[in-house]
T-cell receptor, first 110, second 117 residues
Framework: GDSVTQMEGPVTLSEEAFLTINCTYT??????LFWYVQYPGEGLQLLLK?????DKGSNKGFEATYRKETTSFHLEKGSVQVSDSAVYFC?????????FGTGTRLTIIP | EPEVTQTPSHQVTQMGQEVILRCVPI?????FYWYRQILGQKVEFLVS????????KSEIFDDQFSVERPDGSNFTLKIRSTKLEDSAMYFC???????????????FGDGTRLSIL
């Protein structure tokens, strides 16, 4: 079946460090890909999306490129802030439902 | 910005009791979803709902579960006879009715933490 594999956490970085959270997927068709973020005590918020190969999603300094050849959608940010501390979920959608990865907890220390 | 709202934020229920989780989707959205996240595990799809019908459901969504849109604004998830393993965070989501379904982002509420004793 369809699945998403995410980098195991937790990840701890210093402020202004470069961030990469790896995400790869397995799907029977051509899914849309999403990154959602969950801040403490809150629900899942859409961070960015890409709907076809080579699309780049971006938001709030975060980027991810849909790589069909490597079935990947890695999340990157050039300089993280303390406020980026959260749990990040990679997800795919082929039809009505979202299939999520396990989530990666990110902590940024000042 | 419009939000999906869920109530209550935390529900504690005795095993075997019925529980109803409530959601108010974003007002112009027509597709509705329930997901759950058992502590430390993945967010899992339960059910999707459109035009007053279930459009897709997972293996988790057995006869103990039901969904309803009782009026023009609420969307509910009922668990008839709760079990210990139903303890989880339950998320409601909704999306607009336009374009290709898989391309449209789903908007999530803050969740209801259900604790079964």
């Amino acid at each position: 079946g369809d699945s998403v594999t995410q980098m195991e956490g937790p990840v701890t970085l210093s402020e202004e460090a470069f961030l990469t959270i790896n995400c790869t997927y397995t799907a029977t068709g051509y899914p849309s890909l999403f990154w959602y973020v969950q801040y403490p005590g809150e629900g899942l918020q859409l961070l960015l999306k890409a709907t076809k190969a080579d699309d780049k999603g971006s938001n709030k300094g975060f980027e991810a490129t849909y790589r069909k050849e490597t079935t990947s959608f890695h999340l990157e940010k050039g300089s993280v802030q303390v406020s980026d501390s959260a749990v990040y979920f990679c997800a795919l959608s082929l039809n009505e439902k979202l299939t999520f990865g396990t989530g990666t907890r990110l902590t940024i220390i000042p | 910005e419009p939000e999906v709202t869920q109530t209550p934020s935390h529900q504690v229920t005795q095993m075997g009791q019925e529980v109803i989780l409530r959601c108010v989707p974003i007002s112009n959205h027509l597709y509705f979803y329930w997901y759950r996240q058992i502590l430390g595990q993945k967010v899992e799809f339960l059910v999707s709902f459109y035009n007053n019908e279930i459009s897709e459901k997972s293996e988790i969504f057995d006869d103990q579960f039901s969904v309803e849109r009782p009026d023009g604004s609420n969307f509910t998830l009922k668990i008839r006879s709760t079990k210990l393993e139903d303890s989880a965070m339950y998320f409601c989501a909704s999306r607009e009715h336009k374009g290709i379904p898989s391309n449209q982002p789903q908007h999530f509420g803050d969740g209801t933490r259900l604790s079964i004793l």
